[in-house]
């Protein structure tokens, strides 16, 4: 039996910590340290999304301190080496992405090595690597945003990719930090199935995927974790959840465009079961996105079906990761804005399927689950992913 490493990989969208950093900030870092104290990884790899929060320009400054208190604090002491790096140079407008990275390696893992794409070689890590800034020249990261032609009927956006390349007890790797493009309405979202912006999410993750799997270097086995923004089949979902209801369409007086859908029960005093705006998604019982895990909605969620012969994923076990109220004292109900839906995920190419430890004394040593259930985390639940790295023919 050979040597075998522990690793936990989680994908958070912080733009609404950032936006309320002192009302949530401790509680989020309560909840990832709990993370890593129970689990005990030896490799761990955070991919951060919407770094700064919409109010970037402003936030910008804090961000330094909040990876800050990551890095130094005293649940991650035995982790004697960090990369760090933080795309926080919003005036390069054209290549902003708000995407950050940070990976521990505990002091016990020996035989680790990174990849640099400048030599085109792994090389070994050694003491804190940090990058805040426009990382341009980082020889050990590859950022870009999507090219403006894919999309040039959508408003500029912070959205793209960041990876990096490891190996660990001579098993090769990849890790993809993903933000995906999100839906601008939800009157829009109903038009069609599927909808235009899961075509537009389709084209984005297509792009990423030929990137990481192209012959500029070695193809290695690749986990993609970040916020796809994957929504739930809007149309068949409504016409679902409608379906023994009287459905109205209102219009705008000076012109034909649908404002709202209102959906009222035939019976129970015609009570409003489902109304839709532009940025309004209020259904009257809420309960079904978190009962049994919202196991009953996963028919809906179809995103992923389009690269089943590229990409896999853990059976989800947990609730839709967006988008929780950011009241404090609601950590578990959904804010109406938008449909609930599994938006934060951990994906992975066959073959990073395959170098999973899966049973460990007859049990699953595999968990996927969100960080805080029970905890205001932002609107955005952060996703983990923890397992056993088979190295060394292990």
Known sequence: MGTCTDVLLVTANVGSLFDRLREIQS?????????????????????????????YKRNMGQVENFFRDIESSEEMRDFDRVCIYVDTNFKAIDRF??????????????????YDFNVKDFKAISGQNKYLSSLDGVTTVEKEKFPKNFWPDFKWSRKGYMRTRWIIHNQGFELVNVHLFHDASNLIACNSSPSVYSANREKALRYVINRVSDSSYTPLPFFLF?????????????????????????????SNEVEKIICEEKDNDHKVLLHIETKLFEYLHQAVFREDNGRGLLKFDKEISAFHDVITEEDILFPPSYPYSEDYTKP?????????????????????????????????????????????????????????LKTDGY
């Open 226 to 254: 970040g916020d796809f923004n994957f929504r739930l089949d809007t149309l068949s979902l409504v016409q679902t959840l409608s379906r023994s209801a009287d459905i109205q369409t209102v219009k705008k007086d000076s």
């Open 97 to 114: 992405t708000a995407l950050g990275s940070m990976y521990f390696i505990h002091k016990s893992l020996k035989n680790i090595y990174q």
């Open 332 to 388: 578990t109900q959904y804010m109406n804005t938008r449909c609930p839906s599994w938006c934060d995920r951990i994906l992975m190419s066959h073959s990073a399927s395959d170098i999973i430890h899966r049973v460990q004394d007859g049990e699953s040593s595999v968990v996927y689950n969100t960080l805080g259930p029970n905890v205001c985390m932002g609107d955005h639940k952060p996703v983990f992913l923890f397992f056993t």
């Open 27 to 55: 509680d989020w870092l309560r909840e990832f340290f709990k993370t890593v104290h129970t689990y005990k990884p030896r490799f761990v790899a955070l991919h951060f999304q919407e770094v700064g929060g919409k109010d």
